[in-house]
C-alpha cells in the first residue's frame, strides 16, 4: 500500500537532532527550493530519527541536511531543467559546504534505510504525483492498469485504501 502522509514523531532522544537537521534543511529550502521540498525534509528527518538505530545519532548535522536534500533531488529530479525547481547537485553541496561524495554517500545511505527508489511515490512533491506513474499503477485481476482510466467506483476503492493521493476527477 502507497502511503502518502508521513509522521513527524520523534523519540525523545532525538528531538535535538531532529530539530537541529531540520533548521538546516528549512533554512536551505526555503532560501533555494520551495515549501514542498521543506516539509519533506521534515518529514524524512523524522523517518530516519525513528530508525533503530538512526543513522543520524552520528555524524554532521550539516551532511545529513544535505544527504537528505540530495536524497530527495534524486527523486524529484531537482537537477534536470525541465522540472521546477531546479538546482545541481553540486550546488546543493556547497549551500551546505559539504563536499559532493560526503552528500552522495549520505543519500545512497538514507535511500536505503528508507528503501527509496527512482520516482517513489512516498517521497514525491505532492505537485509531481500526477505526472508519476508508479503512483497510479496498480494491478488489477492480474493486469497492470493506470487507475486514472478507471471508473470513479474503482479510483474510490483505491484511495480509501491509501493506494492513490486523490481521486483524479476531483483534482480539475
Not at 540530495?70 to 525541465?82: E, I, K, M, V, W
Amino acid at each position: 500500500m502507497t502511503k502518502f502522509t508521513h509522521s513527524r514523531s520523534v523519540p525523545k532522544g532525538m528531538q535535538a537532532t531532529y530539530e537541529t537537521i531540520t533548521a538546516l534543511t528549512d533554512a536551505f529550502c526555503r532560501e533555494h527550493l520551495n515549501g514542498e521540498y521543506l516539509e519533506l525534509a521534515r518529514d524524512m528527518t523524522a523517518a530516519l530519527c525513528r530508525k533503530r538505530p538512526s543513522p543520524l545519532a552520528s555524524g554532521q548535522p550539516r551532511t545529513w541536511g544535505c544527504g537528505i536534500i540530495y536524497a530527495l533531488g534524486q527523486t524529484n529530479f531537482l537537477s534536470d531543467r525541465s522540472f521546477k525547481p531546479f538546482m545541481t547537485m553540486v550546488d546543493v553541496c556547497a549551500g551546505f559546504s559539504v563536499g559532493q561524495s560526503t552528500a552522495s554517500a549520505k543519500a545512497q545511505t538514507i535511500s536505503r534505510a528508507l528503501k527509496i527508489s527512482p520516482l517513489n511515490p512516498e517521497w514525491s512533491l505532492p505537485s509531481l504525483l500526477k505526472r508519476n506513474p508508479l503512483v497510479w499503477m496498480a494491478e488489477v485481476n492480474g493486469m497492470l492498469v493506470d487507475l486514472r482510466e478507471m471508473p470513479r467506483e474503482v479510483q474510490e476503492i483505491a484511495f480509501e485504501q491509501g493506494m492513490i493521493p486523490y481521486i483524479p476527477a476531483d483534482q480539475v
